[in-house]
């Protein structure tokens, strides 16, 4: 017989873009996809069978869990389903994502099937995107996008009170409602996102605290808006830095460096180019113009303390990796962030966020807005 | 050398509710926990440990992932990272969740170190909720409820046409436009929702189908809410079913037997009770009723064709499961789902749930607002 290997996922679409991507429909629970020869199949519970027969992918197979399952045998796990369809292909070993999960491996290699975790990404072309996936990005982030603007004129209109906080009609405006704004606009257009980041002074110099409290005037607030579309799966993805009123002047400084860096990084962005490069050249901007990557006398990262970028898909955070650990050249399709940012307790942070898609000779920008910081 | 297991787990808390109940630390990126001896530690990227540091459970100790790697490797892996934990906490075997990912338990084994997936849930006493999670899902039920009597309140003042379908305003009022304004709602609260089912007709006779189109007078509409509080991760859950004016005779039937066997099953339910008997008891009163479970002449699965209930905490779907797959008894604490239901493609579908707390002698519903069909 034939060494016959197929490959094999399990987990559920609304968590594993990959399951989502191959098979072309959502579901809350775990299913199981595989693909034997040319033929690719989704088995699902016969709750979501009808559901999918008309939503999934048309180049995937549809089946009911009950059909690779003995009408005569209480046993209805994945694993009795899993061997049954293993003899019904004639596959002799599967290959499966790295996060395949590890009990149900060590099930099926107990039953003599053996399982193999594929090293990197399951579908490398997840990261090359078609036309139409590039349309749903550009979409996406055109939402986000207007999210932003919307972020900014609130910031913009707000009055500031004796202490040096922003009001809104009378009330003190924090960080919460400025993120619940936010997020509420995003629903209303069919997009979700949850931990926004509406992060004002000292908050800012963490780049994943949310923000918490009345925001500042005269502080840097870092607002990061990545919305996932509800009927695409894409998300958006996006960072404006605002100060209401005048900036300190180190926070002033730390926003040109930062815009000029992305400036940097895109114009370097084309089929072709390190990734690491397009990094390292973004970092060595702003250690040029004074930022240090390091630590304070305290031990605090400070500094350009992240990657510059990430793919951008059905995942938020995705290949291509644009940061010093990847070597590897960006290609034609590739949807990344740039996102240079500077960090520091003292002052809190800054960060720039614009989503683009590379091309043969540049990238193409999915953001129009402008960076400007302080708003009057 | 003592033979000493520990206990390990690599995932985002995002996704993974183990993660989040351990270690108290939400993040979007992978985050690594471990238990050795009385030791419990969160492991995280330096981006994230300040943040880590003040948020995190004061039961777990915050590291770095610098603590445990090699000044002067190159090698930044969780394998790399992992085997030096290993080593330095004499750990023999590590106790991993399931749903471990099986590349990074395979690389641990080949160096190795042995890696064991135990069965079932890693942390069962996730089951049993504290009486801080119990208020945390209370609240989340209220606002839930919230969402769910506007929603009624939407479908009740909207005007019909002449074809049938609701208006608002002069335009046709949809399904997406109901979602959309309930996940808008949610999200001023502080939750997100997505895929909230709002299903009409046809629509609602599979369960999990989310809706499309112009809402119809006189047919059922399931009304499926399901939110994650932003700040605290626990969920709410909740159905009902409306019909704008009069419905047909069969589905008025059909929802007066669902109401009914909620009320048999919550009646049941108290500590000690076999889970799968509440099912049982549901589904023979709605069989008794005339609504056999089984599939109409094309195959399409008809009646009560999915669990009567769940758990409900960090994950919208954990244990215990209220299904006739579950003979083990309900527990003090256990928070589940009520929800029975009965499909038919030629009529639609009725699901009415509540959420409750099993306690002593009884259950607690969080859900106080009425079951009404039609809406006049």
């Not at 020869?37 to 999934?56: F, T, W």
């Not at 990197?120 to 603007?149: D, H, L, Q, Y």
């Not at 004796?162 to 009001?167: N, T």
């Not at 809190?348 to 807005?369: K, P, S």
Request: proline share 5%; hydrophobic share 40%.
């Amino acid at each position: 017989m034939k060494n016959r290997s197929g490959r094999l996922i399990a987990a559920s679409p609304s968590v594993c873009a990959d399951l989502l991507y191959a098979g072309g429909f959502n579901a809350p629970d775990g299913v199981l996809y595989f693909e034997a020869g040319r033929e690719k199949g989704l088995i699902l519970s016969p709750l979501e069978y009808g559901r999918a027969k008309s939503e999934a992918s048309k180049k995937v197979r549809v089946f009911s869990r009950e059909e690779f399952l003995d009408a005569d045998s209480p046993d209805r796990s994945d694993l009795a389903l899993l061997v049954n369809l293993t003899e019904r292909t004639g596959i002799s070993c599967w290959n499966v994502p790295s996060d395949f999960p590890l009990a149900l491996a060590d099930s099926l290699r107990a039953r003599g099937i053996p399982v193999k975790a594929l090293p990197g990404a399951f579908f490398p072309k997840r990261e090359v995107k078609t036309a139409s996936e590039i349309a749903n990005i550009a979409e996406a982030e055109r939402v986000t996008e207007e999210a932003m603007c919307y972020a900014r004129d609130r910031i913009r209109e707000a009055k500031v009170n004796a202490k040096g906080f922003l009001r809104h009609g009378g009330r003190i405006f924090t960080c919460e409602m400025l993120r619940s704004e936010i997020e509420g606009l995003l629903k209303e257009r069919g997009y979700t996102a949850s931990q926004t980041i509406t992060a004002c002074g000292w908050n800012a110099s963490q780049p994943h605290n949310l923000g918490w409290g009345p925001i500042a005037a005269g502080k840097p607030i870092v607002v990061d808006i990545f919305p996932r579309s509800d009927s695409t799966g894409y998300w958006g993805d996006m960072t404006r830095t605002f100060c209401k009123g005048f900036a300190e002047p180190v926070v002033r400084k730390a926003f040109l460096s930062v815009r000029k860096a992305g400036e940097i990084a895109r114009k370097m962005i084309r089929a072709g180019v390190c990734a690491a490069e397009v990094h390292l050249a973004a970092a060595e901007s702003m250690a040029a113009d004074g930022f240090q990557t390091g630590h304070t006398a305290d031990g605090i990262p400070c500094g350009f303390i992240h990657g510059l970028g990430h793919g951008v898909g059905l995942e938020i955070h995705e290949g291509p990796r644009v940061s010093p650990l990847n070597r590897k050249p960006l290609r034609k399709g590739n949807v990344v962030s740039v996102e240079p940012g500077l960090y520091h307790p003292a002052w809190g942070g800054i960060r720039l966020e614009d989503l683009v898609v590379v091309t043969q000779d540049g990238c193409r920008n999915f953001n129009t807005m402008e960076k400007e910081l302080e708003l009057e």
